[in-house]
């Protein structure tokens, strides 16, 4: 087939199947009938109020009112009617904690609110919300769309089949203090009271085991009617983490498993909640295994919820949803929440049931969670360190922790994150300078076979089997090993890859900059989890394709340059036909579209990527002359002096010429290569034995 036909219908194929996708979006935001109606009305009607039932929660007290002490009623006899919630005074916020900078007691600040009994927000005093700013790091406080969404908040109650819904009511403060809080909510029917609910909150010292970032909240529901009671009841999962990147998935809802005493995760980015599948119900794996804890997760931050007896297997948890608030919105804008519901209980006149929870609010930071007790059964919290970037397959888990133990051991000399990705470039070319060499080396061999290709395409102009075959002899005769043309950049590709995986989610690059002395910046790179950003746009330029451009990222432009320089002065094997010199110069496009694809990547990766490509034109450049040098002296009849013989040499020697026996990797191409060529020579034997 013509290349150019097919590039053309490769083209066409694309801008079909992306314009349909764009298409379809556009039609369904400007159609919103289209949606289903349980769904639209789910997602297009906030709360209005802090005490305005949301309207997924009413249908889940519907669903309990109808499913609690199932069989021992008539279904008719059920009702939500008949409970009444103490009348407590206005809701007040109670502070746990520091907000100061690095408190030496606390690692961070929790905001109670007793509308609801639930989490207002929790800051983390050590790091901060923004770059080159001195903000702390907030989270867990309400966004749009979560009105009256109260993380850890209690959701609805029900109480011998009849429920009763719970979000904003206010609750009592019992007690409070610098490190705990408990509040108590009492409900009664005609016949006088009938529960009491109990939370209480504690939060630990930076003393603690947890280091502070792991709170402990326990539920308790007492019975204080005459008569037993079957209680069961629902509460908030954490929410999300800010989003703090522009590209990928960096927010998902996670949970872990017990996989025979091991730990299996399951993680749920936010983008997988479309219209078409907006729920998950997580307290089970895919092969059934049984959930240890759940919770929200982004490149950066944690949130889990773990209850005593997990791991034990008696998780008092009996369910945990997530539900997509808007599946319609764009993917960076959507939004997902989440709720546990307990097992139901039955409770004697007078005695009362209790439920611990642990609850992990902290930083995805290897010296804090690759210990105990994260590190540990039912945690190992560890697992949520790293996002493969969506290619798990070509990422390999100890490549990224290897590179992180690198650049970490750079960075503690160097003082600078960029230095230490400089240094870690450095290293690897070091490392990657004999296969380079080789690869130089034979690409400028196959450079000077011009004449010879073009005597050869003359030659066989009507026989291209033969054509090949003679090739092949003309490649054998000059010692050129096509595949080491390309082997340098993919040896370093999985080192990309990785690269790219470790400063997408590698806690210890967020928001470093590169060459920064105090308060001064000697770059414009102020982050180099993220794009570099030499203008940021106030909003993003809508492009084709649902595309938007954030800010003008000088790096990749850059990139674009070193790879021009690079295709241009880098030998190039003669073309032997006209298809091979087509690829050529898809492959130079190539060069450039290449930093197209990087434009919105981590700055870091386009440093690295820029350095190594920098690095390698040099490198290649200093090859060349050297072989020129070389090849004029040889041709000008310099003789070379050898230096005096070693005693291995010697040994050599007196034991006859042999010719030597390649080792390492280079064995290994030689021998690739001679099994190729024999491959060849029998598949050539075949077909003349066949005519």
């Not at 590169?514 to 102020?526: A, H």
Request: hydrophobic share 40%; with cysteine.
């Amino acid at each position: 087939m013509d290349t150019k036909r097919l590039l053309t219908g490769i083209v066409v194929a694309m801008t079909l199947v992306l314009g349909w996708q764009a298409l379809v979006g556009w039609l369904y935001k400007t159609h919103p009938e289209w949606q289903r109606p349980n769904q639209h009305a789910a997602t297009t009607q906030p709360a209005t109020t802090q005490t305005a039932q949301d309207p997924i929660e009413a249908a889940e007290v519907a669903s309990a009112a109808t499913t609690s002490v199932a069989g021992t009623q008539p279904a008719a006899t059920r009702s939500t009617a008949g409970l009444v919630v103490a009348s407590n005074p206005a809701a007040e916020t109670i502070h746990l904690g520091s907000a100061a900078k690095n408190d030496p007691n606390y690692a961070m600040q929790l905001m109670l609110s007793s509308g609801g009994a639930g989490v207002q927000s929790v800051t983390l005093n050590q790091f901060r919300q923004h770059v080159g700013k001195e903000d702390r790091y907030v989270f867990q406080s309400h966004e749009e769309g979560f009105d009256s969404f109260s993380p850890l908040a209690t959701r609805w109650l029900s109480v011998n089949g009849r429920t009763v819904a719970l979000s904003g009511r206010t609750w009592k403060v019992v007690s409070s203090s610098a490190d705990g809080a408990v509040f108590s909510l009492d409900i009664a029917d005609a016949g006088g009271p009938l529960v009491r609910l109990i939370k209480e909150y504690h939060l630990p010292t930076r003393s603690d085991v947890s280091r502070g970032y792991e709170i402990k909240l326990t539920s308790r529901v007492e019975n204080l009617s005459p008569r037993p009671a079957l209680v069961k009841w629902a509460f908030n999962a954490p929410l999300a983490p800010p989003r703090e990147s522009d590209i990928g998935r960096d927010r998902a809802v996670v949970s872990g498993y017990n996989d025979d005493g091991r730990v299996t995760i399951s993680t749920h980015v936010f983008e997988e909640f479309t219209r078409d599948k907006p729920v998950r119900e997580l307290e089970k794996s895919d092969k059934g295994l049984p959930m240890l804890w759940g919770g929200m997760s982004s490149a950066y931050f944690d949130a889990l919820v773990l209850p005593d007896g997990a791991a034990e297997g008696k998780s008092p948890l009996e369910k945990y949803v997530a539900e997509a608030i808007n599946p319609e919105a764009d993917m960076e804008l959507r939004q997902v929440r989440g709720y546990f519901q307990t097992a139901q209980w039955t409770l004697e006149p007078g005695a009362q049931v209790s439920m611990p929870l642990n609850v992990f609010f902290g930083p995805k930071q290897r010296a804090l969670l690759n210990k105990a007790p994260y590190s540990d059964f039912p945690r190992q919290y560890s697992l949520t360190l790293i996002t493969s970037g969506g290619c798990a397959i070509c990422t390999f888990q100890w490549l990224i922790d290897l590179l992180v133990w690198l650049l970490r051991g750079f960075q503690f000399v160097l003082r600078d994150w960029g230095l230490a990705i400089i240094a870690l470039v450095v290293l690897v070319r070091v490392l990657l300078h004999p296969i380079t060499k080789r690869s130089t080396i034979s690409m400028q061999k196959m450079g000077k076979m011009g004449p010879e290709m073009e005597r050869l395409k003359k030659k066989y102009a009507d026989n291209k089997e033969d054509l090949n075959k003679a090739m092949m002899q003309v490649y054998k005769e000059q010692g050129f090993t096509p595949i080491l043309g390309c082997l340098p950049m993919f040896l370093q590709m999985p080192i990309w890859i990785a690269l790219y995986s470790s400063l997408q989610s590698t806690f210890e690059l967020r928001q470093e900059p590169f060459l920064r002395i105090g308060s001064l910046s000697l770059t414009w790179i102020n982050d180099l989890s993220r794009p570099d950003r030499l203008v940021e746009f106030a909003r993003p330029i809508p492009l084709i394709f649902g595309w938007k451009l954030h800010a003008i990222n000088l790096l990749p432009i850059l990139l674009a340059g070193v790879f021009y320089l690079q295709q241009k002065y880098q030998p190039k094997p003669a073309a032997a036909t006209p298809e091979q010199a087509q690829q050529q110069k898809m492959m130079a496009w190539m060069s450039l579209i290449f930093p197209v694809f990087m434009y919105s990547m981590p700055s870091g990766l386009n440093l690295y990527i820029f350095t190594s490509t920098t690095i390698g034109i040099i490198e290649a450049k200093r090859i060349r002359d050297h072989i020129e040098a070389r090849d004029a002296a040889e041709k000008a009849g310099k003789v070379f002096v050898e230096a005096r013989p070693t005693r291995a040499s010697k040994r050599i020697g007196e034991a006859g010429a042999r010719p030597a026996k390649k080792g390492g990797l280079a064995g290994w191409l030689a021998n690739l290569q001679k099994r190729a060529e024999e491959m060849k020579n029998d598949m050539d034997q075949k077909k003349k034995n066949d005519k």
